[in-house]
């Protein structure tokens, strides 16, 4: 018997309780892994908290992302003692996830630990880290270049936008750093590398279909009137690396940034990322994180706490990266 966090719903509310569970009630899959570490994210908070209706069937372990050792493997890949990381795939909305001391999942959603990593480690970056290092990516292949201008990015204190400000400082990019939570975060979002901080209120407005050029590159995490602004502002030429919908899934903006200065669109997509392209952002996202962010940026909780940072973290009280260790 081992310990997970398993969400029930009882007259459509969902409950969080942290229970004994075995490994014959896991799922199936290729893969059984002693989970040392998982994280929480903000879909994780809204499928703990119920908020999001994320889950559909119950009862579910969450948990989107998680590191370990593998324990048992009926694919050739993986070893008994082999250090493995798993973000994405569905696994903690339809396949239960990492926020339990075991997990059994499929061979190919797991990506190997890369040598200069551990589990603590592959966690505080996790799928937030991962998604940020993809954005930034895009926006290089697009050919935004440090010298161009500034790249702004929106929900800079959450998972996505703290590692976003980190690597694109990191790499030699002006960053305007953009969050709701100026007066408790600015401090650190400047430590992370950020030139200049700016309230959420700027960019939620009713903006022109053209406003004056500002953003050579965004990365944004937030949608609605947040993105439609900085589209609005964007540079000729510019692009923006989209990735979330913390400010709800609309886009109230028009036609003209794309046709009349050229701005590109980029939608990032860690869940479903194909492995190459996962290995390649583990590998450049430890090469350029500095010591620091793991100091800054993060903060540990035990699997009892889930259910309370889970709230903390809807309400967009939580700064940075949360470790869970199992």
């Given at each position: 018997?081992?310990?997970?966090?398993?969400?029930?719903?009882?007259?459509?509310?969902?409950?969080?309780?942290?229970?004994?569970?075995?490994?014959?009630?896991?799922?199936e899959g290729e893969v059984l892994v002693d989970v040392a570490c998982s994280s929480l994210n903000y879909k994780d908070g809204l499928a703990v908290t119920g908020v999001g209706r994320i889950i559909r069937n119950f009862p579910m372990v969450p948990g989107?992302?998680?590191?370990?050792?593998v324990l048992e493997s009926s694919d050739e890949r993986y070893k008994a003692g082999d250090k493995v990381i798993l973000t994405g795939w569905g696994v903690g909305e339809n396949h239960w996830g990492g926020l339990a001391e075991k997990a059994r999942v499929k061979a190919d959603w797991l990506v190997p630990m890369p040598a200069n990593c551990d589990a603590a480690k592959a966690m505080q970056i996790g799928t937030a880290g991962?998604?940020?290092?993809?954005?930034?990516?895009?926006l290089?292949?697009?050919?935004i270049k440090p010298n161009d201008g500034?790249?702004?990015?929106?929900?800079?204190?959450?998972?996505?936008?703290?590692?976003?400000?980190?690597?694109?400082?990191?790499?030699?990019?002006?960053?305007?750093?953009?969050?709701?939570?100026?007066?408790?975060?600015?401090?650190l979002l400047t430590k992370l590398g950020a030139s200049e901080v700016?309230?959420?209120?700027?960019?939620e407005i009713d903006s022109r279909p053209l406003e004056k050029q500002r953003w050579a590159g965004v990365v944004d995490t937030v949608g609605n009137k947040v993105l439609a602004t900085a589209l609005a502002q964007m540079?000729?030429?510019?692009?923006?690396?989209?990735?979330?919908l913390a400010g709800g899934f609309a886009l109230p903006t028009t036609v003209m940034p794309f046709i009349l200065r050229g701005v590109n669109l980029l939608g990032v997509d860690s869940v479903s990322c194909p492995f190459?392209?996962?290995?390649?952002?583990?590998?450049?996202?430890?090469?350029?994180?500095?010591?620091?962010?793991?100091?800054?940026?993060?903060?540990?909780?035990?699997?009892?706490?889930?259910?309370?940072?889970a709230q903390r973290i809807i309400k967009g009280q939580v700064t940075g990266r949360v470790l869970v260790k199992l």
């Open positions: 018997m081992f310990n997970a966090l398993v969400l029930t719903q009882e007259e459509k509310l969902t409950q969080a309780n942290v229970c004994q569970i075995s490994e014959a009630d896991l799922p989107i992302d998680f590191a370990g050792t991962l998604t940020a290092m993809l954005c930034v990516q895009a290089q292949q697009a050919g500034d790249v702004l990015v929106t929900g800079a204190s959450g998972g996505v936008g703290s590692v976003a400000v980190t690597l694109l400082a990191q790499l030699g990019y002006r960053v305007v750093a953009s969050s709701g939570r100026v007066e408790q975060n600015g401090t700016i309230e959420r209120s700027e960019l540079q000729y030429g510019g692009a923006a690396a989209i990735c979330g190459e392209k996962r290995q390649t952002a583990w590998e450049d996202v430890l090469k350029l994180l500095p010591a620091s962010y793991y100091q800054d940026a993060c903060e540990t909780i035990a699997l009892a706490q889930v259910p309370e940072f």
